[in-house]
């Protein structure tokens, strides 16, 4: 029994309701974001779990306000709702939805992460990305945790944003002593040849040898619908290519370049956008305006089969997150990746008050090593485009994918089980 569990924040005594032998727990914490990156792989992670051990009790905790993606949980999962923050750009998080101060919406997430937390009494509490959460809200709960069995366990990927800026970042918040103290493993989602995480972040030789990299997550067994079948759902007859922004909430850039660039496409290049579900309602009216009267572009906000999709297309446009490069790398899919450098929110500003690093830095690195057509940002104009997509459209050149460790996905879940079972 884990009696320092029986303990609640106020130091109550609570009871302790896990029995001894009984199935796993792991518990999930995804910090909030503008797009659908993190909450699809820790549901790629849950899902994967749930397969290889079945009987695992899962909990997600979680902001995201992309709440409706939380329908695939596998069996024996639940999911926690907090109060939503999301990044600004320079302004930093700020909670989209309560009309309250932002410093009482950080109390109520972190006392909420708390109590589900440590309630839950898992055997595994798996982060994603963010060590501390938002504005250090998981401290706490990685302190009481410490006095338990439980095994903590970060999940990094690939790239977090320029090397200089973590580790810069890093040392202001104290996440060395973080990662020292309170992780017993660090999982990087990705591999040593796009990033050397131990080198770049000049992690301490302790904790460097938490650190295992894992491969590139995402689901590889998901059964495709027949190519036929895409088209005519679309509507489409021939040939088709898939431009998207992944969540949506920065896309419209790349979308409108797009839908500009399609007046230099010959007509029979058709074309299938998705402005993904968080997008702003002023910028989805501007591309269906921009969309209206045209017979060979499909606008969706989104689709549930996407990899169907992209196994049905000829390529795909898009922006360089993780989880769309992933897709790109395991579907072996020719693609023209524009990579987002603006910060979050800060798409429809003229004057940007900074640059985020991580897309533009994961773009290069897979376009040296031939896996992708990067289009550097200030390229990202309507004829270049235009261009870039007639070669993509010639036939298909060989591509290197084969290369890339795509077992991310395998041996995460290894990683937590292993743990769960060390405890």
Known sequence: MKNSRAKSLQNNENPTFKATGSRLRIAIFTHDTFGLGHIRRCLHIMNSLSERAPQTAMLLVTGSPVVHTLSS?????????????????????????????????????????????LSFQPD?????????????????????????????VLGLRDIVDAPDVVCTEWTRQGIYEILERYYDKILVYGVKEVLNVKEAYNLPPHIASKVEYCGYVTEQSVRRRPASEI???????????????????????????????????????????????MMGPGDLNKLKDLVNGRDNVVL??????FPSYLAASVGVVSMCGYNMASEILVHKTPAIVCPRTWRYGEHTKGNQAGLEWEQILRARALAK???????????????????????????????????????????????????????
């Open 124 to 152: 595994v509490f798996l982060v994603d990305n963010f060590p501390l959460g938002a504005q250090r809200e998981l401290l706490g709960v990685l302190q009481e945790l410490r006095k338990t069995n439980t095994r903590t």
């Open 369 to 423: 090593a031939g896996f992708v057509d990067l289009l550097e940002p200030e390229a990202l104009k309507p004829k270049t485009l235009a261009n870039r997509i007639e070669a993509l459209l010639k036939p298909r050149r060989k591509t290197k994918t084969s290369e890339v460790n795509m077992q991310g996905l395998h041996r995460t879940v290894q990683h937590i089980l292993t743990l769960a079972h060390q405890k």
């Open 73 to 117: 949980l596998p069996p024996h999962a639940d999911f926690v709702k907090i109060p939503t923050l999301v990044k600004t750009g320079a302004q930093g998080s700020q909670p989209p939805h309560l009309p309250i101060p932002l410093p009482e919406v950080q109390l109520l997430r972190e006392r909420l992460i708390q109590e589900a937390v």
């Open 300 to 305: 969706k906000e989104f689709v549930k089969d």
């Open 231 to 277: 088209k005519k759902e679309l509507g489409i007859k021939g040939k088709f290519i898939i431009v998207t922004g992944g969540g949506g909430g920065d896309a419209f850039p790349l979308l409108q370049t797009f839908l500009a660039a399609t007046r230099y496409l010959p007509p029979h290049v058709s074309s299938l956008v998705l402005t993904g579900p």
